[in-house]
């Protein structure tokens, strides 16, 4: 067994337990984004990861249409929908093309919801994101970039080929998923 001192409560730890699990099991509240015990540290610890590599709300704009528009990385737009407006900071990249443009889900302050309606697919309740119409509108203000230095973008990837599942499976507390799971098939068109 190991003492860990959370917030000035002491734990009792097995060598092997997560740290967040022994939190988890004290009085004290740590905020958490998508934690489960039975996930491993991929998937559970993959939200703080990108916060801390992009802790900010952008849009990506093609090369293209920066050449077209005036835009660099930094320069501040509005992107206007049918449902809503944000203010967001742009950083061109070869990510995307043409008029296309791309907002990570990952946004602080101004999410990319507030431009996408509540529809939501009837199978999987998954609102569309991939699809919203907006207007874009090239403001005279130029910041930072949204991006910190310590992004990979940078020249400094620490790339991971895939979620590794199969650590997950080899688990001793995996359980597969059972019968509460839904399976859909599609419909037949014609």
Partial sequence: ???????????????DERLIDV??????KVPQVRYHPQLGP??????????????????EVSPDLGRERGIQIGTW??????YGRVRVRAVVTDRVHGKQLYMPM?????PINLLSS????????TPAFKEISVHMTVLPEIGVSPLPRTNSRWGHPTPQRG????????????????????????????
Wanted: glycine share 4%.
């Fill in 163 to 190: 979620v590794k599942v199969e650590r997950k499976w080899q688990r001793a507390d995996y359980r597969p998923p059972g019968p509460q799971l839904v399976q859909t098939q599609p419909r037949q068109v014609g």
């Fill in 77 to 82: 737009v509005h992107l206007t929908s049918r």
């Fill in 106 to 110: 990952n946004s602080v302050g101004n």
């Fill in 23 to 28: 939190i988890n099991r004290s009085s004290r």
């Fill in 1 to 15: 067994m190991l003492s860990i001192t959370v917030d000035g409560l002491v734990q009792e730890a097995k060598a």
């Fill in 42 to 59: 991929i998937q559970t610890c993959d939200t703080c990861m990108v916060r801390e590599k992009t802790p900010d709300t952008f849009v």
């Fill in 118 to 125: 509540s529809h939501t697919d009837p199978v999987t309740h």
